[in-house]
């Protein structure tokens, strides 16, 4: 199994910036793809990027592309969500998660989550 631990979350204003990180354990984290995902207060929870396991695929949704970027460090366990000129809409939990496989939908294994703000 792996663990994974995210931080980096805040309180920001409109237009701000805010880089999340997803800190890795347990398992080599060369192995897993990796997905960003968030939850807002009554709505489903959406995956916002994702980074294959050698970051030599990325994927966004449409809401961020241009905003959001994904990225990994596999020296370091790490991965990534860079968050450029925030806005009010992007308040959620943000989720890491990851997965062995780019290909199959679902992920295996979950991180507790991060709250962001983004205030107006």
């Known amino acids: 199994q792996v663990q994974l631990v995210e931080s980096g979350g805040g309180l920001v204003q409109a237009g701000g910036s805010l880089r999340l990180s997803c800190v890795a354990s347990?398992?080599?984290?060369?192995?897993?793809?990796v997905g960003w995902f968030r939850q807002a207060p009554g709505k489903e929870r959406d995956v916002v990027a994702a980074?294959?396991?050698?970051?030599?695929?990325?994927y966004y949704a449409d809401s961020v592309k241009g905003r959001f970027t994904v990225s990994r460090d596999n020296a370091k366990n790490t991965a990534y969500l860079q968050m450029n000129v925030l806005k009010p809409e992007d308040t959620a939990v943000y989720y890491c998660?990851?997965?062995?496989?780019?290909?199959?939908?679902?992920?295996?294994?979950w991180g507790q989550g991060t709250q962001v703000t983004v205030s107006s």
């Open positions: 998660a990851a997965k062995t496989n780019w290909f199959v939908k679902s992920y295996a294994y």
């Open positions: 347990g398992r080599p984290f060369n192995n897993y793809a």
């Open positions: 980074i294959s396991h050698n970051a030599g695929s990325t």
